[in-house]
Every structure is written in structure tokens, then in C-alpha cells.
């Protein structure tokens, strides 16, 4: 509640100040990114931190790190794919070899996707700014259509 308090005062703050559409847009989207990310921060610790760890190290040969992760990297469609549907057979993260089964987390929504890819492309070593719904939602379309073939 403090949080969307401060947050609406800022906006507002923002709006008087700049007195532009560019500012209003600037704000609502780093609103938006706020909010992503401190949702997706809770939905990794309660879906993810288990495996890949708080500070994202992974956990020795067993599971990947995300954080300084060339996979993630260079693969954010196959990343937002294997939260929902999981994955099994190697992976190849920073030249170590992983083969342990991910399993998905089918029930998550496409805007929960969204937000913990939000956060982990934005904690540690990665910035690659806000994963925004509508993109997440049809890199899930594509990824469905990929398994069915």
C-alpha cells in the first residue's frame, strides 16, 4: 500500500513537473517495470529460487546459473517457454553441460511469466529492461505451436 502510495505521488510528481505526454509515458512505463519487477521477484523466490538460488548461482553441476548466464542471454524465448513448460535433456549454459529435468510451472498466467522474466533479466549480472505481457503471450503461442509439431 505505501509502495503504490509513494509510487502514485511520483507519477503525479512527474506529470506537474514535465508537463508532457513523453514524461507521462516515461513514468507509467517505469511504473509498469516497478511493478513487474517486485511481482516477479515474489514469484521466483516462491517458483524458482529453490533450484536456481536467491542470488541466482544455481546450484553446483545440478542447476544452472541465471545470473552471468550466456543461455539466458541469447535465448530469451526458449527461457520464457521453459518456465511454463519446463524442459528435459542437456543444456549448455556458460560451456558446463546440464541434464537435470525443469520441470514448468503450467499454472503461472502469461503476466506472472512476464514479471519473473522481468526480474531475473533485470537482477544480477542482466538488464535487458521490462518483458512486457503481449510479448511473453506470443512467445508462448509459438513455443505451444513448436511442441504440437
Known amino acids: 500500500m505505501k509502495l503504490a502510495l509513494l509510487l502514485g505521488i511520483t507519477l503525479c510528481f512527474l506529470l506537474v513537473a514535465c508537463g508532457s505526454k513523453d514524461a507521462a509515458n516515461n513514468s507509467q512505463s517505469s511504473t509498469k ?3 513487474y519487477y517486485i511481482q516477479g521477484e515474489r514469484l521466483y523466490l516462491q517458483h524458482c529460487s529453490n533450484c536456481h538460488q536467491k542470488n541466482g548461482k544455481g546450484l553446483g553441476l545440478v542447476y544452472p546459473p541465471l ?3 550466456d543461455y539466458m542471454d541469447q535465448n530469451l524465448p526458449a527461457v520464457i517457454c521453459l518456465i511454463k513448460n519446463g524442459s528435459q535433456g542437456e543444456i549448455t549454459v556458460n560451456g558446463k553441460i546440464y541434464n537435470q529435468k525443469m520441470p514448468g510451472v503450467p499454472n503461472l498466467t502469461p503476466l506472472e511469466i512476464a514479471e ?7 537482477t544480477w549480472s542482466h538488464k535487458a529492461g521490462l518483458i512486457d505481457v503481449k510479448q511473453t503471450e506470443q512467445i508462448l503461442v509459438a513455443c505451444t505451436k513448436e511442441m504440437k509439431e
Open 33 to 35: 517495470f516497478t511493478q
Open 67 to 69: 545470473d552471468s548466464s
Open 116 to 122: 519473473i522474466s522481468t526480474y531475473i533479466y533485470n
